[in-house]
């Protein structure tokens, strides 16, 4: 009934500027493009690993264990518990309203503004409606796409606008606030693919929370296996 796998996948850092002190909120657009130029081809190349299904991009800010700046690309052989849950609700939505809910959510948001942080010609940075953190925020495309790595240069410069447009109002709101942002995208290989899916960012303060791999995937990361663990215990019975 315990059901185990071997360790398979990707996890490569991006090493986001060679200056120790930058961040987001004070990096130049063009430069938050070329991450999310590495980000794009990188994943284009683990796409051909036909083993992998999910893609996840996650930053923690500052980092955990290292304060330069950088950020992380994970390659999974499973479609983590928390996109699952995602797609099956888009799936079950779609089969009632033969529409897409985030393309949905995008049109509501607009005509209502209450929730709009910024909108810019390809997309919209918004407080989602029942937020489930405090100052969570969504970077969404505003044209339906289930795949970032699909993303065209023209989306590229306009994503790097938003992204540090955001993060610079955290920085002044709330004085350069701990935060983690990770990349929902559609699993993929053709047999996992889910053309309803809309790729989007989820941005958040790390304050009192999980860190960025957890709170984006629903895995748990324990650093001592519980067959340690008990054995610890045992010799100190």
């Not at 995602?86 to 503004?113: S, V």
């Not at 969504?138 to 023209?154: A, G, Q, R, V």
């Not at 995937?217 to 215990?233: C, H, I, K, M, R």
């Amino acid at each position: 009934m315990y059901d185990v796998m071997e360790a398979l996948g990707a996890h490569e850092i991006v090493v986001e500027a060679p200056d120790h002190k930058l961040n987001l909120a004070i990096m130049e657009p063009q430069q938050i493009e070329k991450i999310l130029f590495a980000y794009r081809e990188r994943l284009i190349d683990l796409e051909r690993d036909r083993r992998f299904q999910q893609f996840l991009i996650l930053k923690n800010y500052p980092g955990i264990f290292n304060r330069h700046p950088h950020s992380h690309i994970m390659a999974m052989p499973v479609i983590p518990r928390r996109i699952d849950e995602e797609i099956w609700g888009a799936l079950d939505y779609y089969q009632r309203k033969e529409r897409c809910i985030f393309c949905d959510i995008i049109k509501e948001e607009i005509l209502m503004k209450k929730r709009v942080i910024l909108e810019t010609v390809h997309f919209l940075v918004f407080s989602p409606f029942a937020s489930r953190f405090p100052f969570e925020v969504w970077i969404i495309p505003k044209i339906h796409s289930p795949d970032f790595h699909h993303i065209n240069e023209e989306e590229m410069e306009d994503l790097s606008v938003a992204m540090q447009s955001l993060f610079i109002r955290f920085y002044k709101l709330l004085s350069d606030p701990p935060y983690s942002f990770v990349f929902h995208t559609s699993p993929i290989q053709s047999r996992f693919h889910r053309p309803e899916y809309h790729w989007h960012i989820e941005a958040r303060l790390r304050i009192g929370l999980r860190e960025g791999f957890e709170w984006g995937t629903g895995f748990f990361v324990n650093p001592t296996p519980p067959e340690d663990s008990a054995a610890f215990l045992r010799e100190v019975g």
